[in-house]
DNA sequence: GGATTACTTAGCTGCATGGCTAAGTTTGAT
DNA sequence: ATCAAACTTAGCCATGCAGCTAAGTAATCC
């Protein structure tokens, strides 16, 4: 369905830097070209932009050159595989405290009610 | 609070390999031994091991020491800094296209009532 | 048309990461 | 006491990543 569908790999390697994370905060509030972007970043402007084609690559964002800017704007769609993933690790793990919290429910029940046999 | 919390640097980095992703899906059923982690992936043990490190540097899994084997467990709550990360974005970026939504809305509306004077 | 803006390309550097082998060390089994 | 299992340490290597400067190109502005 999705024209691409960059792994988690990708993804997660996109979000691990900090100013990667900023861009991706700023563009969720709503386009910006690479300059607008880049200032407040004490950074050269070729290594800002490298950030910016990892996080195209990742499918996080999408850009589009008008006139001599290019202008990019989130793609939040392409978070949820991220999403995703770790609701099921949390999920599974939720999982397994909750039935060891049965079990000591169970132990301590049989415990009251004293053994039967 | 909690005794020290990584960085969502940290965290994305731990999450943004296969191999570290592997292991923590297995750890979400519960406890296991290094080397009964390490079976079926085809790596050098030391190579291995070092995965388990990052995990445990980004607090994401904690490991003990049981006679000669090292027993590695989750730690779910570890991941909550990176969920709370990714639903603020996409809260945000969410609430730009309603928002979008509702100026469209209103364009139409406007258009429906005709002009006022 | 010439200057200025906004990238873009090219090429370089230092350091971190992910992998390996070889050689310990500690603990458990016999 | 010896042997095997389960790590652990040490040291090496190739690649990738984040940063830089310098120089180029394309669109606007004056």
């Excluded at 792994?7 to 390697?13: A, E, I, V």
């Excluded at 900090?18 to 300059?35: K, W």
């Excluded at 999408?62 to 704007?73: V, W, Y």
Aim: charge should be positive; charged fraction near 30%.
């Amino acid at each position: 369905m999705a024209k691409f569908d960059p792994s988690l790999d990708t993804l997660f390697t996109a979000l691990a830097e900090p100013t990667r994370r900023d861009i991706l905060a700023r563009l969720a509030r709503g386009p910006a070209s690479v300059t607008e972007l880049h200032a407040g970043h004490a950074m050269a402007l070729p290594s800002f932009l490298d950030h910016v084609r990892k996080l195209e690559a990742a499918g996080l964002i999408a850009t589009r050159k008008e006139g001599r800017r290019r202008i990019c704007e989130m793609k939040g769609e392409a978070l949820t595989p991220a999403v995703h993933w770790l609701e099921e690790q949390r999920g599974l793990w939720q999982g397994r405290l909750d039935r060891f919290d049965d079990y000591v429910l169970n132990l301590m029940k049989e415990r009251d009610n004293g053994p039967r046999s």
